[in-house]
């Protein structure tokens, strides 16, 4: 539905987002999604290029990178860009360049899987990840160690370097993933972090790795650079009945704090322990579609062949189904995690950005109005429909083709690029192949030059 468009400058999404050191042009982030669009060796390539600009020239205000890691052995999977050598640096600055072209900012999201892979590459195959715990991750059965207080160390400074790379880069910021049961969340998590050490037990002490490593980049990139935070509102670990609950939200609160007290410019909000989650991304799980795909990740965890036997024998996919779908019982998609953010924006002063099924322009429109966030950062919707904020400014609440929340986009991942596979919203299957192989094309406006004098 089209109506008459609300004119910019009155309309909050279209107002300037600012943080300390940086504004964004409107209040909408791309959220951190990506395929494997790499190197085995975690160099960018200028399909990944083209993957950001799709969205930058669609006209988000920024682009928050897919998980990058900041050390080869905290890959979730091969084929993604990562931070961790300097010769990289000038692939970063590429990529910057040409998101910068279309007046979008590029924040690095530094990463580090811990005990969450998806799929191990060469670097953590056959070997225990590192982590808070000795004890494997739960859904998929991928095996860690516990770190010792010096590794821990050399990672704080790895998460430092990165930032001093993307700032190096030109880049506009960093965000540190500390959501969705990746390595900072293993460290924050009353019902995953087991340690009696410095860094276990109070929440105190579990927040400490996460603090070190924002004071460790102050010291290394000082306070103009933007540096964000992700955090879980709450941890809903229990998706398998027998895990602990683990953070509430008065926990993340008091982490909020603590982050913005020691430097941090902004707060994302997300929620769940692990990814993916019921509640992130809301939605359906096509087990039809995991069945196909989930065989490149059974070899992964010791869990994964029991997982494939629930995706494949559709007697046994009512099992799945209940165990997933029953933490969505009575809450919406859109939104899912609104309130928990207008929560921990009353308790900061620093802008909360917020993710979760974000579609419609006039909810998100009453949600920036009444000072629930400040911005909402959005990838499936994105990925549907990459020029979502275009057609909100000409007038529309919803796009003409919106997102179904079905997630095949994210089921598909572990085999076939990332795209859009709902059938449904494209004339033919043909027409859905060719847009989700679109990425690949070469684009000489955007390719990454070589090196003067080659």
């Known amino acids: 539905m089209t109506t008459d468009p609300t004119p910019p400058e009155q309309d909050p999404i279209f107002t300037p987002l600012v943080f300390r050191n940086l504004t964004l042009k409107n209040r909408i982030l791309r959220s951190n999604i990506s395929g494997r669009f790499d190197n085995e060796d975690g160099s960018l390539t200028q399909t990944r290029i083209n993957w950001e600009c799709r969205f930058a020239q669609g006209g988000v205000g920024a682009i928050l990178s897919s998980y990058v890691p900041v050390a ?80 821990i160390q050399r990672l704080v400074d790895a998460f430092a370097q990165g930032a001093w790379r993307a700032r190096e880069a030109g880049l506009d910021g960093v965000e540190l993933h500390a959501a969705n049961g990746y390595l900072f969340t293993q460290f924050l998590s009353s019902a995953i972090n087991d340690r009696t050490d410095r860094y276990g037990g109070s929440l105190t002490n579990r927040a400490r790795f996460l603090l070190e ?5 102050r010291q290394r990139v000082g306070r103009d650079f933007h540096l964000q935070v992700k955090l879980s509102a709450i941890d809903h670990n229990q998706v398998l009945p027998w895990e602990k609950p683990g ?43 995991l069945a196909v795909t989930y065989d490149a990740m059974i070899s992964a965890g010791v869990n994964g062949f029991r997982n494939y036997l629930l995706f494949r024998y559709p007697l046994l996919r009512p099992l799945f189904r209940w165990l997933w779908h029953r933490m969505q019982r009575g809450l919406p998609i859109e939104g899912v995690s ?59 609440n919803l796009p003409e083709r919106p997102c179904t929340y079905c997630n095949k986009c994210l089921t598909n991942a572990p085999k076939n690029p990332m795209g859009c596979y709902e059938q449904a919203r494209y004339p033919s299957r043909e027409a859905m192949i060719e847009e989700i192989m679109s990425i690949y094309r070469t684009r000489a406006e955007l390719r990454i030059p070589e090196a003067e004098g080659h």
């Open 72 to 151: 080869m052995h905290g890959r979730i999977i091969a084929g993604y860009a990562t931070i961790h050598r300097n010769d990289f640096i000038p692939l970063w600055t590429r990529l910057g360049e040409a998101v910068h072209r279309h007046d979008c900012r590029f924040i690095l999201q530094l990463s580090h899987s811990g005990r969450q892979m998806d799929l191990p590459g060469i670097h953590n195959q056959h070997r225990p990840a590192p982590s808070p715990t000795h004890r494997k991750e739960p859904l998929h059965g991928f095996l860690c160690r516990a770190m010792g207080e010096g590794e």
């Open 213 to 217: 490593v924002i004071e460790a980049i």
């Open 247 to 289: 953070n509430t939200l008065a926990d993340t609160i008091q982490v909020a704090r603590w982050c913005e007290a020691t430097g941090a410019d902004a707060i994302h909000v997300s929620t769940g322990a692990m990814f993916p989650h019921p509640l992130n991304p809301p939605g359906e799980l096509p087990l039809e579609t």
């Open 338 to 396: 609104l309130d928990e953010a207008r929560a921990i924006k009353r308790a900061v002063s620093i802008p909360v950005i917020t993710t979760g099924g974000y579609q419609s322009a006039d909810f998100v429109r009453a949600a920036l109005s009444e000072g629930a966030c400040d911005g909402v950062a959005i990838a499936r919707s994105l990925v549907a429909n990459p020029d979502l904020v275009q057609q909100w400014r000409a007038g529309r």
